[in-house]
């Protein structure tokens, strides 16, 4: 199928309407009022127009098979991706894709600093897609007063430079998928971080499952970056110590996807861990390192103090031996 994706056109109203309709009815109870809910599907060109946006059509074979608007919002240089949908036939071509890289590209141009959506809670398969561009959940479920009786997740993510940001429990377990990711590329890229390659992405999916458990305790704080909108690397504290640790903090798992790395992702992450750990009121971090790794000579730089070395403490890739090195440093 040819795809051609060209400014959208209030002339395109029936098409549009048609995709949504054909969208929603792949789950029980969506219904799509137009004239009730909807009225601005009659002129949808028109309505991005007016609220300084813009909107996108994907035409395949004479009709509309993909949309997607994005418009300024008022808070924080935010910029909203909305009306995105694809035809089912179209899916798995890369058109999703070619539809929100295009509206997050006329938003970053704009000077978007944030960039924002809502999605239906039972559109299972659009939260996966969004989860793996660098989305994660944020906010309160919205309540919408629709025939449809909607509720919708909000996500959100940076949309330019490198951001650093704490993740509460439900954007961890919206990242849970990326995280995976990037936690398979570093274990097969030789990073010492607890497994040994091939990693299976259900298994390191279930890691960060974990994860996602103790961060809505309180028992961790899970930092992640972004890189011009893509999740690029992630690090955490451990404050699940003991009770005469109480004012000790475990730095762990600090992962840069290889992909995103000399670019200054792993020095923030760092930086950031140890302003998270002095706002938990923790002045004592530690952490352990392999021997010889590349982080060693950041950590040192850092300022992190080497406290000891413990000689055959993991196996490499190639299951042969490595020391491990043990790290503190004062917070602040």
Not at 104 to 110: G, L, N, Y
Not at 199 to 205: F, G, K, S, T
Not at 227 to 237: E, H, I, K
């Amino acid at each position: 199928m040819s795809i051609a994706l060209r400014p959208g056109r209030d002339a395109d109203a029936d098409g549009f309407i048609a995709l949504i309709d054909a969208c929603w009815a792949e789950y029980p109870g969506c219904v799509l009022d137009v004239d009730g809910e909807l009225p601005e599907l009659r002129a949808l060109a028109s309505w991005f127009a007016e609220a300084g946006g813009v909107l996108w059509a994907a035409e395949g074979d004479g009709r509309i098979i993909g949309m997607v608007g994005t418009r300024p919002l008022r808070e924080d240089a935010a910029w909203e991706i909305c009306r995105m949908y694809v035809a089912n036939a179209a899916r798995g071509s890369g058109l999703a894709q070619t539809l929100l890289d295009t509206a997050e590209a006329h938003a970053r141009t704009a000077g978007a600093e944030r960039m924002v959506l809502w999605t239906d809670t039972r559109f299972a398969r659009a939260h996966g897609f969004y989860e793996k561009r660098g989305y994660v959940r944020q906010g309160s479920i919205r309540i919408l007063d629709d025939v449809s009786k909607s509720l919708e997740f909000r996500y959100a993510k940076p949309a330019r430079g490198l951001v650093v940001e704490a993740l509460d429990a439900a954007a961890a377990a919206s990242a849970e998928r990326r995280l995976a990711e990037i936690l398979v590329a570093c274990v097969a890229g030789g990073a010492s971080v607890s497994y040994l390659p091939p990693l299976p992405l259900e298994r390191a999916r279930g890691f960060w499952q974990r994860v996602s458990s103790e961060v809505a305790q309180g028992k961790r704080v899970l930092l992640a970056a972004w890189a011009d909108g893509q999740l690029a690397g992630t690090v955490q504290l451990d404050l699940g110590t003991p009770e005469n640790q109480q004012h000790r903090a475990e730095l762990a798992m600090l992962l840069v996807d290889p992909a995103f790395r000399r670019r200054g992702i792993a020095r923030a992450l760092m930086r950031r861990a140890d302003q998270a750990a002095w706002a938990h009121g923790r002045n004592l971090m530690t952490l352990g390192a392999r021997a010889g790794d590349v982080g060693e000579a950041l950590y040192r730089d850092l300022g992190w103090q080497e406290g000891g070395r413990i000689p055959g403490y993991a196996l490499n890739a190639d299951r042969t031996p490595a020391d491990r090195l043990l790290f503190w440093k004062r917070p602040g």
